[in-house]
T-cell receptor, first 113, second 114 residues
Protein backbone atom coordinates (compact mmCIF):
# COMPACT_ATOMS: atom_id res chain seq x y z
CA UNK A 1 0.00 0.00 0.00
CA UNK A 2 1.66 3.22 -1.24
CA UNK A 3 -0.56 5.50 0.86
CA UNK A 4 -1.96 7.17 -2.26
CA UNK A 5 -5.71 6.65 -2.72
CA UNK A 6 -7.76 7.05 -5.87
CA UNK A 7 -11.49 6.97 -6.43
CA UNK A 8 -13.40 5.57 -8.14
CA UNK A 9 -11.67 2.31 -9.01
CA UNK A 10 -13.74 1.83 -12.17
CA UNK A 11 -15.76 4.27 -14.24
CA UNK A 12 -17.90 3.50 -17.28
CA UNK A 13 -19.40 6.37 -19.23
CA UNK A 14 -20.47 7.41 -22.71
CA UNK A 15 -18.82 9.53 -25.36
CA UNK A 16 -19.33 13.25 -24.88
CA UNK A 17 -19.67 12.98 -21.12
CA UNK A 18 -17.55 14.53 -18.37
CA UNK A 19 -16.02 12.71 -15.40
CA UNK A 20 -13.95 13.61 -12.36
CA UNK A 21 -11.23 11.40 -10.91
CA UNK A 22 -10.04 11.97 -7.38
CA UNK A 23 -6.68 11.43 -5.70
CA UNK A 24 -5.45 11.80 -2.14
CA UNK A 25 -1.64 11.91 -1.82
CA UNK A 26 0.45 10.26 0.88
CA UNK A 27 0.45 12.10 4.16
CA UNK A 28 3.00 14.92 3.98
CA UNK A 29 3.44 14.84 0.20
CA UNK A 30 2.96 18.21 -1.50
CA UNK A 31 3.24 17.16 -5.15
CA UNK A 32 0.59 15.30 -7.09
CA UNK A 33 1.11 13.92 -10.59
CA UNK A 34 -1.39 12.45 -13.04
CA UNK A 35 -0.50 9.79 -15.60
CA UNK A 36 -2.48 8.02 -18.30
CA UNK A 37 -1.74 4.42 -19.25
CA UNK A 38 -3.26 3.23 -22.49
CA UNK A 39 -2.53 -0.05 -24.25
CA UNK A 40 -0.40 1.36 -27.03
CA UNK A 41 1.18 4.39 -25.33
CA UNK A 42 2.37 3.11 -21.98
CA UNK A 43 2.46 5.48 -19.01
CA UNK A 44 2.24 9.11 -20.12
CA UNK A 45 2.71 12.08 -17.80
CA UNK A 46 -0.24 14.47 -17.91
CA UNK A 47 0.20 17.18 -15.30
CA UNK A 48 1.76 18.00 -11.92
CA UNK A 49 0.55 20.16 -9.05
CA UNK A 50 2.72 21.30 -6.17
CA UNK A 51 1.17 22.75 -3.03
CA UNK A 52 -1.93 23.87 -4.86
CA UNK A 53 -0.30 25.31 -7.97
CA UNK A 54 0.27 23.85 -11.41
CA UNK A 55 3.97 22.99 -11.72
CA UNK A 56 4.40 21.11 -15.00
CA UNK A 57 2.39 19.97 -17.97
CA UNK A 58 2.98 16.92 -20.10
CA UNK A 59 0.84 15.39 -22.80
CA UNK A 60 -2.46 16.66 -21.44
CA UNK A 61 -5.29 17.37 -23.85
CA UNK A 62 -7.15 20.68 -23.68
CA UNK A 63 -10.32 18.72 -22.81
CA UNK A 64 -8.61 17.61 -19.59
CA UNK A 65 -7.93 19.78 -16.57
CA UNK A 66 -6.84 19.28 -13.01
CA UNK A 67 -6.63 21.09 -9.71
CA UNK A 68 -5.16 20.60 -6.27
CA UNK A 69 -7.14 21.74 -3.26
CA UNK A 70 -5.94 23.27 0.05
CA UNK A 71 -6.07 19.84 1.72
CA UNK A 72 -3.72 18.69 -1.10
CA UNK A 73 -6.11 16.22 -2.70
CA UNK A 74 -6.36 16.53 -6.45
CA UNK A 75 -9.03 16.05 -9.09
CA UNK A 76 -8.59 15.31 -12.78
CA UNK A 77 -11.50 16.43 -14.93
CA UNK A 78 -12.01 14.81 -18.32
CA UNK A 79 -14.64 16.32 -20.61
CA UNK A 80 -16.12 15.69 -24.08
CA UNK A 81 -14.95 12.12 -23.67
CA UNK A 82 -13.94 10.09 -26.70
CA UNK A 83 -13.48 6.34 -27.13
CA UNK A 84 -9.71 6.87 -27.17
CA UNK A 85 -9.78 8.30 -23.64
CA UNK A 86 -10.43 4.81 -22.30
CA UNK A 87 -7.36 4.05 -20.19
CA UNK A 88 -5.99 3.61 -16.70
CA UNK A 89 -5.41 6.92 -14.94
CA UNK A 90 -2.83 6.93 -12.17
CA UNK A 91 -2.13 9.52 -9.57
CA UNK A 92 1.27 9.70 -7.89
CA UNK A 93 2.65 11.85 -5.11
CA UNK A 94 6.04 12.91 -3.84
CA UNK A 95 7.34 14.86 -0.85
CA UNK A 96 8.56 17.91 -2.72
CA UNK A 97 8.52 19.32 -6.20
CA UNK A 98 12.00 18.15 -7.16
CA UNK A 99 11.81 14.72 -5.61
CA UNK A 100 11.25 12.26 -8.40
CA UNK A 101 10.62 9.20 -6.27
CA UNK A 102 6.92 9.17 -6.92
CA UNK A 103 4.50 6.85 -5.18
CA UNK A 104 1.55 5.66 -7.23
CA UNK A 105 -2.05 5.00 -6.36
CA UNK A 106 -3.95 1.93 -7.59
CA UNK A 107 -5.44 3.78 -10.56
CA UNK A 108 -8.88 4.47 -11.99
CA UNK A 109 -9.93 2.43 -15.00
CA UNK A 110 -12.01 4.60 -17.33
CA UNK A 111 -14.09 2.96 -20.04
CA UNK A 112 -15.78 5.21 -22.60
CA UNK A 113 -18.53 3.48 -24.60
CA UNK B 1 9.35 9.61 -30.45
CA UNK B 2 10.14 7.32 -27.53
CA UNK B 3 12.75 8.81 -25.26
CA UNK B 4 12.93 5.77 -22.97
CA UNK B 5 12.98 2.34 -24.57
CA UNK B 6 12.68 -1.12 -23.13
CA UNK B 7 13.28 -3.33 -26.12
CA UNK B 8 12.34 -6.65 -24.50
CA UNK B 9 8.57 -6.89 -23.97
CA UNK B 10 9.09 -10.05 -21.93
CA UNK B 11 11.83 -12.03 -20.20
CA UNK B 12 11.72 -15.51 -18.67
CA UNK B 13 14.24 -16.45 -15.96
CA UNK B 14 14.62 -19.50 -13.77
CA UNK B 15 14.09 -19.07 -10.03
CA UNK B 16 17.38 -18.46 -8.23
CA UNK B 17 19.16 -17.11 -11.31
CA UNK B 18 19.94 -13.50 -12.18
CA UNK B 19 17.35 -11.37 -14.00
CA UNK B 20 18.73 -8.52 -16.11
CA UNK B 21 16.32 -5.93 -17.45
CA UNK B 22 17.59 -3.34 -19.89
CA UNK B 23 16.62 0.22 -20.72
CA UNK B 24 17.94 2.76 -23.23
CA UNK B 25 17.26 6.49 -23.36
CA UNK B 26 17.83 9.13 -25.99
CA UNK B 27 17.47 12.42 -24.12
CA UNK B 28 20.89 13.43 -22.77
CA UNK B 29 19.20 15.89 -20.39
CA UNK B 30 17.85 13.05 -18.25
CA UNK B 31 19.81 12.89 -15.01
CA UNK B 32 17.71 10.71 -12.72
CA UNK B 33 16.51 7.20 -13.43
CA UNK B 34 14.08 4.92 -11.64
CA UNK B 35 12.74 1.40 -11.84
CA UNK B 36 9.17 0.55 -10.97
CA UNK B 37 7.49 -2.81 -10.61
CA UNK B 38 3.83 -3.33 -11.44
CA UNK B 39 1.45 -6.17 -10.64
CA UNK B 40 -1.88 -6.47 -12.48
CA UNK B 41 -4.63 -4.23 -11.09
CA UNK B 42 -2.16 -2.26 -8.96
CA UNK B 43 -0.23 0.95 -9.41
CA UNK B 44 3.51 0.94 -10.13
CA UNK B 45 5.68 0.43 -7.03
CA UNK B 46 8.99 2.25 -6.72
CA UNK B 47 11.96 -0.14 -6.59
CA UNK B 48 15.25 1.68 -6.94
CA UNK B 49 16.72 4.83 -8.45
CA UNK B 50 20.04 6.22 -9.57
CA UNK B 51 21.38 9.70 -10.15
CA UNK B 52 23.54 10.42 -13.17
CA UNK B 53 26.49 11.21 -10.89
CA UNK B 54 26.66 7.52 -9.99
CA UNK B 55 27.12 4.42 -12.08
CA UNK B 56 25.73 1.88 -9.63
CA UNK B 57 23.18 1.74 -6.85
CA UNK B 58 22.37 -1.33 -4.80
CA UNK B 59 19.44 -2.17 -2.55
CA UNK B 60 19.24 -5.75 -1.31
CA UNK B 61 18.66 -8.06 -4.27
CA UNK B 62 18.28 -5.13 -6.67
CA UNK B 63 21.15 -3.31 -8.37
CA UNK B 64 20.85 -0.64 -11.03
CA UNK B 65 23.76 0.14 -13.35
CA UNK B 66 24.02 3.31 -15.40
CA UNK B 67 26.24 3.76 -18.46
CA UNK B 68 25.88 7.42 -19.40
CA UNK B 69 28.07 7.27 -22.48
CA UNK B 70 25.90 4.50 -23.91
CA UNK B 71 22.69 6.05 -22.54
CA UNK B 72 21.87 2.66 -21.07
CA UNK B 73 20.78 1.36 -17.72
CA UNK B 74 20.02 -2.07 -16.41
CA UNK B 75 18.34 -3.61 -13.39
CA UNK B 76 19.82 -6.78 -11.93
CA UNK B 77 17.78 -8.97 -9.59
CA UNK B 78 19.76 -11.63 -7.74
CA UNK B 79 18.54 -14.18 -6.87
CA UNK B 80 15.25 -14.08 -8.76
CA UNK B 81 12.20 -15.17 -6.77
CA UNK B 82 8.66 -16.12 -7.86
CA UNK B 83 7.28 -12.89 -6.36
CA UNK B 84 9.45 -10.93 -8.77
CA UNK B 85 7.16 -11.91 -11.64
CA UNK B 86 5.67 -8.58 -12.71
CA UNK B 87 6.02 -5.84 -15.32
CA UNK B 88 9.08 -3.64 -14.77
CA UNK B 89 9.13 -0.05 -15.98
CA UNK B 90 12.20 2.06 -16.49
CA UNK B 91 11.63 5.80 -15.98
CA UNK B 92 13.73 8.91 -16.44
CA UNK B 93 13.56 12.51 -15.30
CA UNK B 94 15.34 15.80 -15.74
CA UNK B 95 15.67 17.06 -12.19
CA UNK B 96 15.22 20.80 -11.97
CA UNK B 97 14.37 21.03 -15.63
CA UNK B 98 10.98 22.51 -14.95
CA UNK B 99 9.04 19.34 -15.61
CA UNK B 100 9.03 16.76 -12.89
CA UNK B 101 6.93 14.21 -14.66
CA UNK B 102 8.60 10.89 -15.30
CA UNK B 103 9.13 9.56 -18.82
CA UNK B 104 8.44 5.84 -18.84
CA UNK B 105 9.43 2.98 -21.07
CA UNK B 106 6.71 0.56 -22.16
CA UNK B 107 7.78 -2.10 -19.69
CA UNK B 108 9.25 -5.59 -19.62
CA UNK B 109 7.17 -8.48 -18.35
CA UNK B 110 9.45 -10.62 -16.17
CA UNK B 111 8.39 -14.21 -15.63
CA UNK B 112 10.22 -16.26 -13.02
CA UNK B 113 10.02 -19.98 -13.77
CA UNK B 114 10.07 -22.41 -10.83
Amino acid sequence: DSGVTQTPKHLITATGQRVTLRCSPRSGDLSVYWYQQSLDQGLQFLIQYYNGEERAKGNILERFSAQQFPDLHSELNLSSLELGDSALYFCASSRTSGNNEQFFGPGTRLTVL
Amino acid sequence: DQQVKQNSPSLSVQEGRISILNCDYTNSMFDYFLWYKKYPAEGPTFLISISSIKDKNEDGRFTVFLNKSAKHLSLHIVPSQPGDSAVYFCAAAQVGGGADGLTFGKGTHLIIQP
